[in-house]
């Protein structure tokens, strides 16, 4: 009997205890949800989830022939590394360092830690989706309709263009689309299979039946999403930990997307659409180094200018050593002509971005440092700029722009005026274009627009009139009956095409110079193509040195209708090319142009590619090199009139 009042004594006292502590609320419904969990439902979603990003991952390597192989000569030193480690560990026994060896070989070869890498990131986009909306099928749904979307598009974008999707390319969605006008789409089977079993897996989501959303546990979903987005973040720590991932090259967009995943260097992109500040980088060093220039009033007379950036103008034949008949005859004869200068340039793109070589041209600074496939004029001409143009027109020119296609492509009509130009033509304005192939503008009927403004220019003006042609622009898959090719290449018409358009381009110059051969008024000509071609074309490169090099040459031509000293085989890139036009057309330079003729001195060639030094010597952006300190100068200059230099 004592024994049971002892009992209910101590009873009374732990309730008596427990009335004494104050729980707070919150702490309690915690401890409340925990003691009722049930977790199998929670295990089953996040099974499910696992599956459906694994599915979502595996389906956009299939897509886009993601680790669809690793180069051949790592594949072996790789498989004789673990054969090696093998043969070790019979012969001497099992350790664990050898194991690790093996292990983390075969994951090299099989790129699964790429895949893992992937696979986290998508991940992460649903955590964070669940964190949003709280909902884990909504969620899951969501996310994964948006990384199919992304895997077609940048499939689509890739086989028509030949160059993968961006992120830049969200902010020129519409040159994007209109840009593809006319060009074939010719899917894989792939494609279908990819198409096919994405709504199937969409349509299992649909119909799988989650554990509705317990609104009165307002804690227990307040908990779900705060692990929800811990996970997101953890995820997205470890591959921006991995290591590499913000310091390997980065100039092949669709290698990196090869060899790493779309997802994986996607981030990357999106990374990099903030620009770091250079070392040592401040407004008063950025004025410090150009204090070091004198600008003075040449008191020359000065010149008319024309600027004509040729569409995928390039002398492949020549690049390459086709051996095929020359499709540039006028062009190559000019090397014997009075008053010309030719020379090698090198482009910073290829087989597109021709946005990305005008911004170049125009302002000097180099596409090394601005995120890969970025459109300048979309993200980094907010307002006006120093540039050729701006120099010209507070010099008392009329500045002129000639592009024979919409105003809106890579947003244009907006960036030309704050580049310096105080008018602009483009498609809209040419109702009666005449074309050479069933898509674009004749370089012709080009020309003989540039050449009306000319004519009806204003007289009290010098003329500085700019050109960036389409006539070459792809597909070339124009019908026999529209347009014939002139036969360089047997059974390749796309080749063909694109060879017999450049010859006809290679005409259309020769007019163009023997108008202004005729004009009395002084005039300077800077002729140049933007990038190769991507046509269906399979080079021999084995005996290119420098394959980078070779793939970015294109030909320029400076021509005056009055004595200039002739020279030939300059080499230079876009970014160097307007001091050219300072040169010889009495224009006064800025601080910014006498910095860049210093470069120029020291390193001719520099592009995003790489550089090549006054001595021939070629380096990659980030080698160490004699130059380091003055390339450092260039990219503090470079900032400071991108972000904020005003005019």
Request: charged fraction near 25%; include cysteine; proline fraction near 3%.
């Amino acid at each position: 009997m004592n024994s049971e009042n002892n009992n209910e004594n101590c009873e009374e006292n732990i309730k008596k205890k427990r009335r004494e502590i104050k729980v707070p609320n919150f702490i309690k419904k915690i401890f409340d949800y925990y003691k009722n969990w049930n977790g199998i439902g929670i295990i089953l979603i996040a099974i499910v989830c696992i599956i459906s990003v694994f599915v979502i991952t595996k389906n956009s390597f299939r897509l886009n022939g993601t680790f669809a192989s690793i180069d051949k000569n790592n594949y072996e030193n790789a498989m004789m590394q673990i054969s090696a480690e093998v043969n070790d560990m019979t012969t001497s026994g099992f350790t664990f360092e050898r194991i690790k060896a093996i292990v983390k070989g075969w994951i090299e070869i099989n790129r699964y830690d790429r895949f893992f890498y992937n696979y986290i990131l998508i991940l992460a986009s649903f955590m964070l989706v669940y964190f949003i909306v709280g909902k884990a099928k909504i969620s899951l749904i969501i996310s994964s309709i948006f990384w199919i979307l992304i895997d077609i598009i940048n499939y689509v974008v890739f086989k028509i263009r030949g160059t993968p999707l961006a992120i830049s390319d969200i902010f020129s969605i519409g040159t994007a689309m209109s840009v593809t006008e006319g060009l074939k789409f010719e899917p894989e089977p792939r494609f279908y299979r990819f198409i096919g079993f994405s709504i199937l897996y969409i349509v299992l989501l649909v119909f799988i039946k989650f554990k509705k959303k317990d609104k009165t546990k307002k804690v227990k979903n307040i908990i779900k999403r705060i692990v929800a987005i811990t996970i997101a973040i953890i995820c997205t720590s470890i591959v921006l930990n991995t290591k590499g991932f913000r310091t390997d090259s980065y100039w092949d967009l669709e290698e990196r997307y090869r060899l790493y995943g779309l997802e994986f260097s996607m981030l990357r992109q999106v990374l990099d659409l903030q620009i770091d500040k250079p070392e040592g980088y401040s407004v008063a060093n950025a004025k410090e180094i150009l204090s070091r220039y004198n600008v003075e009033d040449k008191n020359k007379e000065k010149t008319n200018i024309i600027v004509v950036m040729n569409e995928s103008f390039a002398d492949i034949n020549r690049v390459y050593n086709l051996g095929l008949e020359s499709n540039i005859p006028y062009f190559d004869s000019l090397s014997n002509k009075e008053n010309a200068i030719k020379g090698t340039l090198y482009s910073s793109v290829y087989g597109g971005g021709t946005a990305t070589a005008e911004w170049e041209v125009f302002t000097g600074n180099s596409a090394a440092y601005i995120p890969l496939n970025s459109i300048p004029f979309i993200l980094y001409v907010n307002n006006n700029k120093q540039t050729i143009m701006s120099d010209a027109l507070s010099q008392g020119y009329q500045t002129i722009a000639i592009h024979p296609y919409y105003q809106d492509g890579y947003n244009r009509l907006s960036s030309y005026p704050k580049l310096g130009f105080n008018k602009s033509i483009f498609i809209e304005n040419m109702p009666d274009y005449e074309r050479k192939d069933t898509f674009y503008a004749s370089d012709k009927y080009t020309y003989n627009k540039l050449i009306n403004e000319y004519e009806n220019r204003d007289k009290s003006k010098k003329f500085f009139g700019y050109v960036l042609t389409m006539q070459n622009h792809l597909p070339y898959t124009t019908p026999n009956d529209f347009y014939m090719p002139d036969g360089y290449v047997e059974n390749n018409e796309e080749f063909d095409e694109y060879l017999s358009l450049v010859r006809d381009s290679d005409d259309a110059l020769k007019e163009l110079i023997e108008y202004f051969e005729k004009q009395e008024e002084k005039t300077i000509l800077l002729f140049f193509g933007d990038h190769h071609p991507n046509v269906g074309f399979e080079f021999d490169e084995k005996n290119i040195e420098n394959r980078w090099l070779a793939t970015q040459e294109v030909p320029y031509l400076l021509w005056a209708n009055f004595d200039i000293e002739e020279k030939q085989g300059e080499d230079i890139s876009f970014n160097l090319l307007s001091t050219l036009l300072y040169d010889y057309s009495g224009l006064n330079t800025n601080f910014y142009i006498e910095f860049l003729n210093d470069f120029k001195k020291e390193i001719p060639v520099f592009t995003a590619k790489g550089y090549k030094d006054k001595e021939g010597k070629t380096y990659e952006i980030g080698d160490e090199s004699p130059y380091k300190e003055l390339i450092n100068e260039y990219k503090i200059l470079e900032y400071y009139f991108m972000f904020d230099y005003k005019l």
